[in-house]
């Protein structure tokens, strides 16, 4: 620690620190444009030009690091005319147009200007003008208002893992710039828009919308993924117009993802359902909340009095709250009903009732950036958890951390892989067979393996890869703390979706063990964690989301669920729900994936709703609604609440969510009952199948960016950056030849008994036998995510 005085007041700072941290330590404000404390130092507005005793200029207070006994002074004359002198050569080139800048009432550069600019300028020379750019759907461009600080060059860079922005020309001329064509791609972009502490980057979506000072500011949970990013809508006549980041270190740290920023929009959507409605033959007609719940809570009461309570299956999305899940549970139970499931894209099931606990991340957030060495299974990162990718991105940029990937897809994930695998995914398990192998004869441990697994292994061959991965995950010849590793196995999304996800996950436990690894899952969905907490799972020899839908039900009840696009096999529960007869669709959109329902009970979408998520990582969230509800609509807990009552079911006699919470948890703080129950660990392995691959073509079908949810699906904005990836069937050039097509010849995919037209693309970043057709509303007619694919010449 070293000893330092900053005008006249003494300080102690950790050696290595600056004199802006020094400051900012103790609360004395130095001006500043270019520095953020999460970026790297660039000094090049100089705007923080402070005095320090024994030198004869100012110094810039970012890029100076404090020595002992340091003296400084921020507020001299010498610093003070600094300053002022700086603030002028900025203003030179600014425009005066602060009445039409959508910056204006939260510009950094008018807030320093009234304290260290003059009152009128010495500059009579013509000001130079500078082109806006075009840099995607997202970003709104002023470049002439820009005053070269360079934080989103850096922040797309440094955190982003790309450099999509640049500074071109020098003094006078100098300007930000996007590569010659291009636009700005990254998942994290709208982060530039926080930074720019002038106008010259703004929100387009939000441009000329609405003043900063009329809108009210509320806080509120991320309800996209299952970081659980806090955020901050602005809202204006009941109408949310932004979203921009709540700081939080330990969770989103100061960024959110653009998923995150933009997805507002599509709470404003024309698809927005504000009445009940009721299908009468082929119409859909309005009526009145009493009797669509009547005609709701008969229908439901004729199937189970008919058939009893096996009748009834009910699908809840994992982007539902706490509250919606449990009750919709406890509905179910209460008429005899077992078949409750959230887990609506997964196909493989047999892990049911061998978990010890509930499956979670494994580590607090935090954590990631501080691995050494980590072993990512079946996950697309930049589009299943942006923000985490980027922790990530950190412990191999900060900590040289060593990442290795098994996946069916190469997608770069912008930060350095050590190891990689690429392979269909029955010959993934294969895969982390050989690893398994490797990491048991590296560590001469003994696990208690099924029996069939140990004469596997025996057979089993250790390619190089998997050798070489094994040893890096076990830190083999590095200096790695072996008593308290700083190692990880995650299973992603695409692991869970996989058909043999419980021989995957078996494996892995038993990888990471050998190695002493953190094992955790990375989540799909908003609150998969909190829903599976919740219990709102099958009860003992009940059917789960699958076998609900192999076995169609007389009567479903669907919360938040847009079928065909939210479940793992469109064509299945396209049949299930043909054949029921009676299907009640609580939801915030009128939608085509609903047309087989019978009444649609509008509810609203989180933000006009209060309730609580669970991360990935066992935090529990609580929120309340930043609007009202549009139109009719209400929150799904009250609606769940209310059917309970005209069932005629007891303990149904909530006056608020907060009422359901403590239910939920029974009374005792949130906390405790989290970490009792959170723990990956199986009560014993399951058996493996060493499947020899087939020569049949298998999809990879993953979940868009930007189609992960209802909301985001209906944002225009992210939907321009969805249309810049076209809908194709892909496969590498091997696949492609083999098959006698050309690339960007139209081709008939088919699954089942459904069958759709895309366009073929050479992508060798797809595993051999494997066509990548993603799930979405141009692939609904398809099947089963990761099933069997049939791909030939259009007619």
């Not at 620190?17 to 609360?27: M, N």
């Not at 130079?128 to 600080?149: E, H, S």
Request: hydrophobic share 40%; aromatic share 6%; net charge neutral.
């Amino acid at each position: 620690m070293l000893q330092i005085e900053i005008d006249g007041k003494a300080v102690e700072v950790e050696h290595g620190s600056t004199i802006i941290e020094a400051a900012d330590k103790l609360g004395i404000p130095i001006p500043r444009f270019c520095y953020h404390k999460k970026l790297s130092v660039a000094a090049n507005c100089r705007m923080c030009l402070v005095q320090v005793e024994k030198f004869a200029k100012p110094l810039p207070a970012c890029a100076t690091p404090v020595s002992d006994g340091m003296k400084i002074f921020t507020r001299s004359e010498a610093a003070v005319d600094a300053q002022k002198s700086v603030m002028e050569f900025l203003l030179i080139n600014h425009p005066l147009d602060c009445p039409i800048c959508d910056q204006g009432g939260e510009c950094e550069l008018q807030d320093i200007a009234v304290g260290y600019g003059a009152s009128k300028t010495r500059y009579t020379e013509e000001k130079r003008v500078v082109l806006n750019k075009n840099i995607g759907p997202l970003v709104a461009t002023d470049m002439t208002r820009c005053i070269q600080c360079t934080r989103c060059v850096r922040f797309l860079k440094e955190v982003g893992g790309m450099m999509e922005l640049g500074l071109i020309n020098r003094g006078e001329h100098a300007e930000i710039t996007a590569y010659v064509d291009k636009s700005v791609d990254s998942e994290l972009s709208g982060n530039i828009i926080d930074l720019c502490p002038v106008g010259a980057l703004t929100s387009k979506p939000f441009r000329y919308t609405a003043r900063p000072w009329e809108l009210a500011r509320r806080p509120t949970i991320s309800a996209h993924d299952a970081l659980g990013s806090q955020l901050e809508m602005h809202v204006k006549n009941n109408r949310v117009l932004r979203t921009i980041p709540r700081e939080k270190e330990s969770i989103n740290e100061c960024w959110i993802s653009d998923r995150d920023r933009f997805a507002y929009e599509g709470l404003n959507s024309d698809e927005r359902l504000t009445v009940p409605m009721i299908r009468r033959g082929d119409q859909w007609v309005e009526t009145d909340w009493q009797s669509a719940l009547e005609f709701a809570s008969s229908r439901i009461k004729d199937a189970v009095a008919r058939e009893g309570g096996n009748a009834l299956g009910v699908l809840v999305s994992p982007n539902s709250t706490m509250e919606e899940g449990f009750l919709a549970k406890k509905i179910a139970r209460e008429l005899g009903c077992g078949n409750v499931d959230h887990r609506l894209r997964r196909s493989d099931f047999r892990l049911d009732g061998h978990f010890q606990g509930t499956p979670w991340m494994g580590c607090n957030i935090p954590d990631v950036q501080d691995m050494d060495r980590v072993l990512i299974i079946g996950s697309n990162l930049r589009n299943e958890h942006p923000l985490l990718t980027h922790r990530l991105r950190q412990a191999v940029r900060l900590n040289a951390a060593e990442i290795s990937v098994v996946n069916a897809l190469e997608d770069d994930p912008l930060m350095r892989v050590a190891f990689k695998n690429t392979c269909s995914p029955d010959d993934t398990i294969n895969f982390l067979l050989q690893l398994l192998k490797a990491m048991s004869g590296l560590q001469r441990l003994s696990l208690c393996l099924p029996p069939t697994l140990n004469g596997l292994l025996e057979d089993v061959v250790v390619s190089n890869n998997a050798q070489a991965m094994a040893e890096s995950l076990a830190g083999h010849g590095k200096d790695y703390d072996l008593v308290n590793p700083r190692s990880a196995v995650f299973l992603g999304n695409m692991a869970q979706q996989h058909p043999r996800y419980s021989e995957m996950y078996s494996l892995a436990e038993a990888i990471s063990a050998l190695c002493g690894a953190t094992f955790g899952v990375l989540s799909e969905a908003a609150n998969r964690v909190g829903l599976d907490l919740a219990r709102v799972l099958p009860s003992s020899g009940a059917l789960n989301a699958r076998t609900m839908l192999e076995q169609p039900r007389s009567a479903y009840l669907l919360v938040n669920v847009e079928p065909e696009v939210d479940c793992h096999n469109a064509q299945l529960v396209n049949q299930a729900l043909a054949a029921a007869g009676c299907v009640v669709a609580m939801t915030a959109y009128k939608s085509s994936a609903l047309r087989e329902a019978d009444v649609l009970l509008p509810v609203t979408p989180y933000t006009e709703s209060s309730g609580t998520f669970m991360s990935m990582e066992g935090r529990v969230q609580s929120f309340t609604a930043v609007a009202k509800p549009l139109g009719e609509a209400r929150p799904g807990w009250k609606v769940l609440r209310v059917l309970g009552n005209l069932l005629g079911l007891s303990g149904f006699e909530y006056d608020s969510s907060e009422q359901v919470k403590n239910e939920i948890f029974g009374g005792e703080k949130p906390s405790r009952v989290v970490w009792n129950r959170l723990n990956n660990n199986l009560r014993e392995l399951t058996e493996v199948n060493a499947k020899v691959r087939t020569e049949s073509l298998q999809r990879v079908g993953e979940v868009p960016l930007y189609e992960s949810d209802a909301i985001v699906r209906r944002a225009p904005s992210l939907q321009k950056m969805a249309a810049k990836k076209p809908v194709v069937a892909a496969m590498n050039a091997k696949l492609l030849a083999q098959l006698g097509l050309q690339d960007g010849e139209l081709v008939k995919v088919s699954q089942g008994n459904g069958s759709v037209r895309l366009a073929a693309k050479c992508d060798d970043r797809v595993a051999d036998y494997c066509v990548r057709v993603p799930i979405c509303a141009q692939t609904a007619a398809l099947g089963d995510l990761y099933g069997e694919i049939q791909v030939e010449r259009a007619a």
